[in-house]
T-cell receptor, first 112, second 115 residues
Framework: GENVEQHPSTLSVQEGDSAVIKCTYS??????FPWYKQELGKGPQLIID?????GEKKDQRIAVTLNKTAKHFSLHITETQPEDSAVYFC???????????FGKGTMLLVSP | DSGVTQTPKHLITATGQRVTLRCSPR?????VYWYQQSLDQGLQFLIQ???????AKGNILERFSAQQFPDLHSELNLSSLELGDSALYFC??????????????FGPGTRLTVL
């Protein structure tokens, strides 16, 4: 089955800096890669996703890049703000299935 | 607010007991997914239903079962509870299971504590 590795497990940055979280996946048939943000006491919230027919997608301060050859994808957050502090999860889905396999999560702390 | 609702928000029970967690998907969503989140295992997929039928199974224990009703709400039943079942249980829903309408939206979760 699919295996998703996520790094780093924790990331501390200063407000205004950029943050990058990286994930690798094992199943070359995976074609959908969402990112979720989970704040304390809440459920995961989709923040951006990318499908295998594109290499990059941006939404304001958030961008995701996908390298299918290397089987890795990354989340980039620019101009970080304290409210970006949360746990971020990457996930991957095989085209033949509808279920997501999640990474272990990255705790992002943005200090003012 | 994702539009997915889960009840109860918190549940405290004893070992050996049985509990039922309830999920109402977003309006129009046909597929429901259940996940377990513990500190050391992250988000683990348990089971998926689509329009009332079981669609996929993940790491779900035999003591656990689920169903999706005609009105599309779903229930996750956990029986013979053990201390290790203490976790957050999330429900997610999507319109369909493939293609652009397969985005999963998560509910706020149920925190289960087994004493």
């Amino acid at each position: 089955g699919e295996n998703v590795e996520q790094h780093p497990s924790t990331l501390s940055v200063q407000e205004g800096d950029s943050a990058v979280i990286k994930c690798t996946y094992s199943d070359s048939a995976s074609n959908y890669f969402p990112w979720y943000k989970q704040e304390l006491g809440k459920g995961p919230q989709l923040i951006i996703d990318i499908r295998s027919n594109v290499g990059e997608k941006k939404d304001q301060r958030i961008a995701v890049t996908l390298n299918k050859t290397a089987k890795h994808f990354s989340l980039h957050i620019t101009e970080t703000q304290p409210e970006d502090s949360a746990v971020y999860f990457c996930a991957a889905r095989n085209s033949g299935y509808s279920t997501l396999t999640f990474g272990k999560g990255t705790m992002l702390l943005v200090s003012p | 607010d994702s539009g997915v609702t889960q009840t109860p928000k918190h549940l405290i029970t004893a070992t050996g007991q049985r509990v039922t967690l309830r999920c109402s998907p977003r309006s129009g969503d046909l597929s429901v997914y259940w996940y377990q989140q513990s500190l050391d295992q992250g988000l683990q997929f348990l089971i998926q239903y689509y329009n009332g039928e079981e669609r996929a199974k993940g790491n779900i224990l035999e003591r656990f079962s689920a169903q999706q009703f005609p009105d599309l709400h779903s229930e996750l039943n956990l029986s013979s509870l053990e201390l290790g079942d203490s976790a957050l249980y999330f429900c997610a829903s999507s319109v369909s299971v493939q293609g652009p309408s397969d985005t999963q939206y998560f509910g706020p979760g149920t925190r289960l504590t087994v004493l």
